[in-house]
Each structure stands twice: as C-alpha cells, then as structure tokens.
C-alpha cells in the first residue's frame, strides 16, 4: 500500500505516518497534539544596542555614532514581527519543529497533521473493530 501524502513542500512532508521537516522525522503515532506556535521577536540584542548608543550620546566624540545607533536599534525594537512555528507534542514534551514568519504556510502545515492524525486514528480504530 502506497504511503497517503496530507503535504508536500520543499522538505517539509507530511504523510499518513511521518512528518518529515528537514533532516528531522517524527512518527504521526508519536505526536499527540499540534499547533501554531507564536514566537515573539529576540528583543534582548536590541535593548542592549539600545543602552550602549544612549551611553554613547555621553561620549562628546561618539555622540553621532551613539544616536544613529540608537534610532536603529529602536525602529527594529518597535517594527520586529513575530514568527510562527508547527509545535508538536511527542512523549518528550512539546517541540517547536519548524518556523515561519509566514503564518498561512505554518498553518497549512498544521491543518495537514491534524488530518493525518485524524485518518490515522480512524485506521486504527477501524483495525480494531475487525478483530
């Protein structure tokens, strides 16, 4: 029987069995839970941008190169956007396995996991009944 494919893109896979992200490969039996996760933007270099251009506005002969600094680090602080990531729970706890700062990419991705987990508990159940 030929392996059922919910997504295909590049290397990212989803089939009735596996979810394949890269070199990375999950088995769907493995995974119970999926979701979009929201990853908000790493403000932490920024901020320390932020402080070395204002101590330079107190240098006289830095001050130029402190305030450009400074406008730069704090546009970034105020215009950095979220991304996106498939969040997966497998038995050792939850796992962020792919990101994006295109939402409609990761939530497709989703909606393919979700459906393959529903088929392949439907198998399962329907293998069950047969016994």
């Given at each position: 029987m030929e392996e059922k494919i919910f997504y295909q893109n590049g290397?990212?896979?989803?089939?009735?069995?596996?979810?394949?992200?890269?070199?990375k490969t999950f088995a769907l039996r493995n995974i119970s839970s999926v979701q979009v996760g929201l990853i908000g933007p790493n403000r932490t270099l920024y901020s320390i941008v932020v402080l070395?251009?204002?101590?330079?506005?107190?240098a006289?002969?830095?001050r130029l190169f402190g305030a450009i600094v400074l406008v730069i680090?704090?546009?970034?602080?105020?215009?950095a956007k979220s991304?996106?990531?498939?969040?997966?729970?497998?038995n050792s706890g939850?796992?962020?396995?792919?990101?994006?700062?295109?939402?409609?990419?990761?939530?497709?991705?989703?909606?393919?996991?979700?459906?393959a987990i529903v088929?392949?508990?439907r198998s399962?159940?329907?293998?069950?009944?047969?016994?």
């Open positions: 290397d990212v896979s989803v089939t009735q069995s596996r979810f394949i992200v890269g070199d070395i251009g204002a101590l330079s506005l107190l006289e002969q830095a680090a704090v546009i970034y602080i105020f215009t991304g996106f990531s498939v969040r997966i729970t497998i939850e796992t962020d396995c792919l990101f994006s700062k295109d939402k409609k990419y990761v939530g497709a991705i989703v909606n393919a996991l979700n459906g088929e392949v508990g399962h159940s329907d293998d069950h009944l047969r016994i």
